[in-house]
């Protein structure tokens, strides 16, 4: 049985490169900003729509009219340096070296469960659109499994820390809040790092006991009436 606490967890990473090694890339100048507050504008309606909607069959269906708008807004040249700061019902988090950004939200279904949604967005020379769409899997339960972008471990990101290791490729450590079921609640560390060009996630970075494997994510869950802090301590070095 689950007993009323508050916890603050703070995840301490020690960053082996100084961070100021990523340096910004990919800026296109936004020279169609008109366009995208005019998608801006009806995404939002549409997004508060879709919550308030009373059937999980209505909030899918409304759901599928708002991915389809957001994918001809970010069809527009140059979006990428587009905030949508207007759609607070989604997460938009761009990686230091704006090499991409990862974009989430969840829908609640009626049951106490929830839908996850998102897309990686790659920052391009010229402005043009690439995208990596997130498919949620929620049987994914394997915290030593690596997954894809087609077979996502599905989670509303709030923050991303890049971590470089001897001048390789970055990886970058992403925390997510994981509403799960009508009792209980999941936070989430997960990596996501890019090989041949395609987004993989998880890597078994993570020891939480003496003598086993590593785990390539870490899954908190706890009661859904107590609180849980997961974030970084910015003043370890």
Not at 13 to 35: G, V
Not at 43 to 68: G, H, M, P, Q, W
Not at 92 to 99: E, F, G
Not at 202 to 216: D, H, Q, R
Request: charged share 25%; aromatic share 14%.
């Amino acid at each position: 049985m689950f007993k009323n606490f508050k916890t603050h967890l703070f995840i301490l990473i020690f960053l082996c490169c100084a961070l100021n090694e990523l340096k910004a890339q990919h800026t296109i100048k936004l020279d169609n900003k008109p366009a995208l507050d005019i998608y801006q504008d009806s995404l939002k309606i549409l997004s508060e729509e879709t919550f308030a909607a009373k059937e999980d069959n209505e909030r899918v269906e409304k759901n599928a009219f708002f991915i389809k708008k957001f994918i001809n807004a970010l069809k527009i040249n140059g979006s990428f340096n587009y905030g949508f700061d207007s759609l607070k019902r989604i997460s938009i988090i761009k990686s230091t070296d704006n090499a991409f950004r990862i974009i989430t939200w969840f829908l609640p279904n009626n049951d106490g469960t929830y839908r996850y949604y998102g897309t990686i967005q790659m920052g391009t020379p010229n402005g043009s659109l690439k995208l990596f769409p997130l498919t949620d899997n929620p049987n994914i339960d394997d915290v030593y499994a690596l997954t894809s972008n087609k077979n996502w471990f599905g989670a509303r990101y709030y923050e991303m820390i890049p971590v470089l290791v001897n001048g390789k490729q970055p990886y970058y450590i992403l925390l997510g809040w994981k509403g799960n079921t009508i009792k209980t609640t999941k936070k989430v560390i997960d990596v996501l790092s890019f090989e041949k060009g395609e987004p993989i996630f998880g890597k078994n970075i993570f020891e939480t006991e003496k003598n086993t494997a590593l785990k390539n994510r870490v899954v908190f869950e706890y009661n859904k009436q107590n609180t849980m802090t997961l974030k970084v301590d910015q003043n370890v070095n």
